[in-house]
């Protein structure tokens, strides 16, 4: 996995700090974007493996973004992982509908989430064959 960047769009500074530190920590590339409009300029100059997209950012929301980056054939590929908030209910069925690949629940568990990171990028691997 050396080398499996990950872009981070997350317009909370604790919740980015930690994610960005706990990504650091395994190794990965991380860039960061506190908006969805930040997040597409990145985007449109480089495709990263993972997108961890918090669904709830000002201005457009982590949906619509999703939406976008599924109808952009050149980021087809990317893995999107939503962080959605415990409290929201139906933002996990959103998430899906949005065209996420699954969704990791806040408060972060510091301990899961390296691994579940893992795994949703194991089964993208598994996917492209
Ligand atoms: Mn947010």
Not at 48 to 71: C, F, S
Not at 109 to 124: C, Q, W
Request: hydrophobic residues 40%; charged residues 25%.
């Amino acid at each position: 996995m050396k080398d499996t960047s990950i872009l981070i769009v997350e317009d909370n500074p604790d919740n980015l700090a930690l994610t960005r530190m706990l990504l650091q920590f395994e190794g990965y590339p991380v860039r960061t974007a506190e908006d969805a409009e930040q997040a597409l300029h990145i985007l449109e100059a480089d495709c990263p493996d993972l997108i961890l997209l918090d669904i709830q950012l000002p201005g457009m929301d982590g949906l619509e973004l999703a939406r976008r980056v599924r109808q952009n054939s050149a980021l087809r590929n990317v893995v999107i992982v939503a962080l959605t908030a415990y409290a929201m209910q139906g933002d996990e069925e959103n998430a899906l509908a949005a065209g996420c690949d699954g969704y990791i629940t806040k408060p972060i568990d510091t301990r899961a989430f390296p691994g579940m990171i893992r795994r949703y990028l194991e089964s993208n691997t598994t996917k492209l064959g």
